[in-house]
């Protein structure tokens, strides 16, 4: 089909003209999708003409519109490969979801479900009863005492507890225990924003029993510890132990409240990982709540936990505040699909995504190095160098923030005095990938941790390195 007459000047063809020739993908992108980009295509077009470039042809015309068209018609949030060596990269989305887990959010997504409806007495139900006495049940807790909620993040969590139990009155924590965690989680915040005051006790390496129990007044609600998930004070230290501080508040009448962070519900040294405190090690040590997210260490989706006494859950759910937290029955469904995993310690590193990359032993990772450095090697010929090197990773979201992990990677190094810009340009390039791949820039090298890179990706992985040419 000839768009262009030839004996006037040259002009752009019509939207009309240009949308049949585009056909079949009006089929794909839908008309008024295409019809958008086709205008949007002809604007720059002419904009360029402005400007004085020439006028494009048919072909580079319509070129544009299919890319443009694939790009609008692209998901925003998109599969990334994370070889940036932190397994938990709250940017990248934190935990990957365990098979079951993944189908019953499908489930749960494609069909109704009981998600507050008692099939017994075909009443009102209770979306929380869903996922408690699981809880109780893999968190250790004692089921008949322990009850649990559920909300959208851990800092919900916080925040729910706190404007719960300490709205109007003081909270004591000590100094050394004030965390800020990424994307603005501060501990005195959360306080303010609940409307209770922030009894700071003790100093920021040492706090002593009676700094807790001196800061005790008639206004006082509740005593709280928060975990340090993401720094860790060393040197002249002394903090107060769960159980001890437990015993402070229940001798006057008050509830400990502890902020776990991470919170595994399993014993981590099982997997050569370094320990992390449970929650029922908290609930033990006397703890009366506690709170945790879903998606760091348990492993499944992001959700923030609170698990304990049963009077103080139930003053929880009663808070309007937890209406406006609730999570829906996706979260659920994966949350209670992660939690039965934990009944089969056995498989649960076979199942669980998180712990699987967490426990991957560095040989398993220096093996899948040495089948990428050719084709990666290949890929970018001679502009680099690609050399299989040991690395240290990390477990990420604040969990075990000075245990590193022993890893392997692809250290990709550019010739040159000053390697900055060729490393960016390296970076920008396996950003741009069909498949993003995330590594890092450290030490005048580009870094591509492989402990996340499963063998199942491997392939998907190598085929699209053409693209870095
Ligand atoms: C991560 C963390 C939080 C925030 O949890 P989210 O699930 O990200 O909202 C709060 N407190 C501690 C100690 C944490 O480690």
């Given at each position: 089909?000839?768009?262009?007459?030839?004996?006037?000047?040259?002009?752009?063809?019509?939207?009309?003209?240009?949308?049949?020739?585009?056909?079949?993908?009006?089929?794909?992108?839908?008309?008024?999708?295409?019809?958008?980009?086709?205008?949007?295509?002809?604007?720059?077009?002419?904009?360029?003409?402005?400007?004085?470039?020439?006028?494009?042809?048919?072909?580079?015309?319509?070129?544009?519109?299919?890319?443009?068209?694939?790009?609008?018609?692209?998901?925003?949030?998109?599969?990334?490969?994370?070889?940036?060596?932190?397994?938990?990269?709250?940017?990248?989305?934190?935990?990957?979801?365990?098979?079951?887990?993944?189908?019953?959010?499908?489930?749960?997504?494609?069909?109704?479900?009981?998600?507050?409806?008692?099939?017994?007495?075909?009443?009102?139900?209770?979306?929380?009863?869903?996922?408690?006495?699981?809880?109780?049940?893999?968190?250790?807790?004692?089921?008949?005492?322990?009850?649990?909620?559920?909300?959208?993040?851990?800092?919900?969590?916080?925040?729910?507890?706190?404007?719960?139990?300490?709205?109007?009155?003081?909270?004591?924590?000590?100094?050394?225990?004030l965390v800020e965690i990424g994307g603005a989680?501060?501990?005195?915040?959360?306080?303010?924003?609940?409307?209770?005051?922030?009894?700071?006790?003790?100093?920021?390496?040492?706090?002593?029993?009676?700094?807790?129990?001196?800061?005790?007044?008639?206004?006082?609600?509740?005593?709280?510890?928060?975990?340090?998930?993401?720094?860790?004070?060393?040197?002249?230290?002394?903090?107060?132990?769960?159980?001890?501080?437990?015993?402070?508040?229940?001798?006057?009448?008050?509830?400990?409240?502890?902020?776990?962070?991470?919170?595994?519900?399993?014993?981590?040294?099982r997997w050569g990982l370094p320990k992390e405190?449970?929650?029922?090690?908290?609930?033990?040590?006397?703890?009366?709540?506690?709170?945790?997210?879903?998606?760091?260490?348990?492993?499944?989706?992001?959700?923030?936990?609170?698990?304990?006494?049963?009077?103080?859950?139930?003053?929880?759910?009663?808070?309007?505040?937890?209406?406006?937290?609730?999570?829906?029955?996706?979260?659920?469904?994966?949350?209670?699909?992660?939690?039965?995993?934990?009944?089969?310690?056995?498989?649960?590193?076979?199942?669980?995504?998180?712990?699987?990359?967490?426990?991957?032993?560095?040989?398993?990772?220096?093996?899948?190095?040495?089948?990428?450095?050719?084709?990666?090697?290949?890929?970018?010929?001679?502009?680099?160098?690609?050399?299989?090197?040991?690395?240290?990773?990390?477990?990420?979201?604040?969990?075990?923030?000075?245990?590193?992990?022993?890893?392997?990677?692809?250290?990709?190094?550019?010739?040159?005095?000053?390697?900055?810009?060729?490393?960016?340009?390296?970076?920008?390039?396996?950003?741009?990938?069909?498949?993003?791949?995330?590594?890092?820039?450290?030490?005048?090298?580009?870094?591509?941790?492989?402990?996340?890179?499963?063998?199942?990706?491997?392939?998907?992985?190598?085929?699209?390195?053409?693209?870095?040419?």
């Open positions: 089909m000839n768009l262009q007459t030839t004996d006037k000047p040259p002009r752009l063809p019509s939207v009309d003209q240009l949308l049949q020739t585009l056909g079949d993908e009006i089929e794909i992108h839908g008309r008024a999708q295409l019809t958008a980009c086709v205008r949007a295509e002809l604007a720059a077009a002419r904009e360029g003409v402005r400007g004085g470039l020439p006028l494009p042809g048919v072909d580079a015309l319509l070129g544009a519109i299919r890319r443009r068209a694939r790009e609008a018609g692209r998901a925003r949030l998109r599969e990334v490969f994370n070889l940036t060596g932190t397994v938990l990269h709250t940017n990248l989305g934190r935990a990957q979801l365990s098979e079951t887990a993944i189908a019953a959010m499908v489930d749960a997504a494609r069909a109704p479900c009981a998600l507050e409806y008692d099939l017994d007495s075909g009443g009102r139900g209770d979306r929380d009863e869903l996922i408690a006495p699981l809880l109780a049940e893999v968190a250790g807790g004692d089921a008949l005492e322990c009850s649990a909620t559920v909300v959208n993040n851990n800092a919900a969590a916080v925040l729910l507890a706190l404007d719960t139990l300490a709205r109007g009155k003081e909270a004591v924590v000590s100094r050394g225990e989680f501060r501990v005195p915040d959360i306080m303010r924003r609940a409307g209770a005051r922030l009894v700071e006790v003790g100093t920021t390496n040492r706090t002593h029993a009676h700094d807790y129990a001196e800061a005790v007044t008639g206004r006082t609600a509740l005593l709280m510890k928060v975990h340090t998930s993401n720094y860790a004070v060393v040197g002249f230290t002394k903090s107060v132990g769960e159980d001890e501080v437990a015993a402070i508040a229940h001798a006057r009448g008050l509830p400990l409240l502890v902020d776990l962070g991470s919170g595994t519900l399993t014993d981590l040294s405190p449970t929650p029922a090690e908290s609930l033990a040590a006397g703890a009366d709540l506690v709170t945790f997210s879903g998606d760091k260490l348990l492993g499944g989706p992001q959700a923030g936990l609170i698990i304990g006494r049963r009077d103080l859950i139930a003053k929880i759910k009663k808070n309007p505040l937890k209406r406006a937290l609730r999570v829906g029955k996706t979260t659920l469904a994966a949350l209670e699909a992660t939690l039965r995993l934990y009944r089969d310690p056995d498989r649960l590193a076979e199942r669980l995504p998180t712990l699987r990359l967490l426990a991957r032993p560095a040989e398993q990772i220096a093996a899948v190095a040495a089948r990428l450095q050719p084709p990666v090697q290949a890929a970018l010929g001679s502009r680099a160098t690609v050399a299989v090197r040991p690395c240290t990773g990390q477990i990420g979201s604040g969990a075990l923030p000075v245990e590193q992990l022993a890893s392997f990677a692809l250290c990709v190094q550019v010739p040159g005095k000053r390697p900055g810009r060729a490393l960016a340009a390296l970076d920008a390039g396996f950003r741009s990938l069909p498949v993003p791949v995330i590594g890092r820039i450290a030490n005048d090298a580009y870094w591509l941790d492989l402990r996340c890179l499963e063998p199942a990706d491997e392939a998907r992985f190598v085929a699209q390195l053409g693209g870095l040419r």
